[in-house]
């Protein structure tokens, strides 16, 4: 059930976000996300979903495509942002929150550690 939340949570976003920018409903990305094989009451096993869900938004959001245009990349990067901040959400998992805050903004990182 979790999986299916997640892949629908991406593909939610994806919507808005193409549709933003003009492309068809049709053409939006989607990723499935499969995590039932990792214990995420592990630490090991949060940081290997974090990876995975990165993965899938930069995958989705054409993180890797070749433009020099700037308007292009703030977009795609603010779009991996979203995808991956709403993939954790959508997850719910308070261990998965804690790493996504420490490894999404590195200003944040040394509070984090220092919170503890």
Do not use: W
């Amino acid at each position: 059930m979790n999986r299916l939340s997640t892949l629908m949570m991406i593909t939610v976003f994806f919507l808005a976000f193409q549709t933003a920018r003009g492309a068809e409903p049709s053409d939006v990305p989607a990723v499935e996300v499969h995590y039932a094989d990792l214990d995420l009451t592990r630490s090991a096993g949060i940081a290997a979903l974090y990876g995975r869900l990165k993965s899938a938004a930069e995958t989705a959001c054409g993180y890797f495509a070749a433009t020099r245009d700037l308007e292009i990349t703030a977009r795609t990067r603010e779009c991996v942002h979203t995808a991956l901040m709403t993939a954790v959400a959508k997850v719910d998992r308070p261990a998965l929150s804690a790493y996504y805050r420490a490894h999404s903004d590195p200003r944040n990182a040394p509070a984090q550690v220092a919170n503890k």
